[in-house]
């Protein structure tokens, strides 16, 4: 009896391995095409990369490698639905904001956008010191990414995904050489399919060592600052400053080679926030309101993985560096028509995780 009782133990079509910004949205996108499905997150859903990012969707060529630039562009589009939808799904507010990013520059070759600026720098942004400093404007969003992570996890568990927090997977489970399961610190889950957006992690999970790393990013927030001091997100080659609807400002960021620390260094914080103050005198009247470090998932190449790997079953969404946020829309879509053997709207190869098989 108790044999018969182990045999029909609980299993998803689908078992996704990670449960940031790109885990959460796939697994919304696959319960759209009626697939079961569980999503297993080491720690607490979205508290990685996702919780820790600034939320630029930055999809301009100036900013993203060419093989990347169609499936920026394109999730750059997908980005307002993909937001309206989910703060419909889960009564909450992502701060999506339109009002476009203007950047700085001290050298006249590092400008080579098109766009110039819409009215005088002054005008623009007139707490700004940017006077002498060469700028364009670019138009972009920008969203709150920890606001847009509880939504896209309240939004899942409305949809009736499945998650286990906590829980760490080490390794694919195998049968006649295809995946069925993971498992995990705990336990064993079956599925005829396994995604992992393990993120930074994911190369730690066999039978297949991704080369993706940890790259250490610090930030800090403040507030406090006059009402509405900035309208555009402002980026400059020593500091960027992303502005919310609620009135905090962020200010970032390193990008650091230092495995998996996510200590923070209060020499870099304060050097941070002086060359923000540089920037915009007024953000002296600011206090800080937090500092944190995040670890985002950096290839060889710069580029994500995504696709399936040669172990039939087993696939994977993982890679994306500095753009999870920006790239959430298009990888969910892209890794659902992926995974239920659909054709992929866009061209993945460069992506493959087959590219580092040597």
């Known amino acids: 009896m108790s044999s018969r009782y182990n045999q029909r133990v609980k299993s998803w079509d689908v078992i996704i391995i990670g449960g940031g910004i ?4 796939l697994s919304i996108a696959l319960r759209k095409r009626g697939a079961t499905v569980l999503l297993v997150e080491r720690g ?19 900013e993203t490698p060419p093989a990347l630039q169609p499936l920026a562009r394109a ?6 639905e993909f937001v309206h939808e989910l703060q419909d799904e889960s009564g909450m507010e992502a701060d999506l904001r339109d009002q476009g990013a203007i950047c700085l520059s001290d050298a006249r070759h590092e400008l080579t956008e098109p766009d110039p600026l819409p009215a005088p720098l002054a005008e623009l942004e007139p707490a700004l010191a940017g006077a002498g400093r060469l700028a364009i404007y670019l138009k972009e969003r920008s969203v709150d990414p920890r606001a847009l992570t509880s939504a896209a996890l309240k939004a899942a568990r409305h949809r009736g995904v499945d998650i286990s927090s906590g829980t760490e997977v080490g390794s694919v489970l195998l049968s006649d050489g295809r995946a069925v399961g993971v498992t995990t610190d705990k336990t064993s889950y ?4 396994v995604v992992n957006c393990a993120g930074a992690w994911a190369g730690q999970v066999s039978p297949h060592a991704f080369p993706t790393r940890p790259v250490k990013g610090q930030m800090l927030s403040v507030v406090g600052a006059p009402r509405a001091l900035l309208r555009h997100v402002v980026r400059a080659p020593e500091v960027y400053l992303v502005p919310r609807s609620d009135g905090r400002i962020l200010i970032g960021a390193t990008v650091e080679e230092a495995g998996y620390d996510k200590g923070i260094d209060a020499d870099t914080i304060h050097r941070m926030h002086q060359a923000a103050i540089a ?27 995504l696709g ?20 959430a829309p298009v ?5 659902a028509q992926i ?20």
């Open 339 to 358: 995974v239920t053997g659909a054709r992929p709207e866009y061209d993945v190869s460069p992506f493959s995780p087959g590219r580092f098989a040597n």
């Open 279 to 305: 920037l915009v005198p007024a953000l002296s009247q600011a206090r800080v309101l937090q500092a944190w470090a995040g670890l985002r998932p950096g290839t060889p190449d710069n580029l994500p993985i």
């Open 44 to 62: 607490e859903p979205g508290r990685e990369a996702s919780h820790a990012a600034a939320g630029m969707l930055a999809d301009s060529p100036r």
């Open 190 to 193: 079956g599925a005829p399919a």
């Open 22 to 25: 790109i885990g959460l949205s």
């Open 75 to 80: 999730s750059a589009r997908m980005h307002p």
């Open 331 to 335: 990888t969910a879509h892209l890794m």
């Open 308 to 327: 399936a790997t040669q172990t039939p079953g087993y696939f994977v969404a993982t890679g994306h560096f500095r753009d999870g946020i920006l790239l």
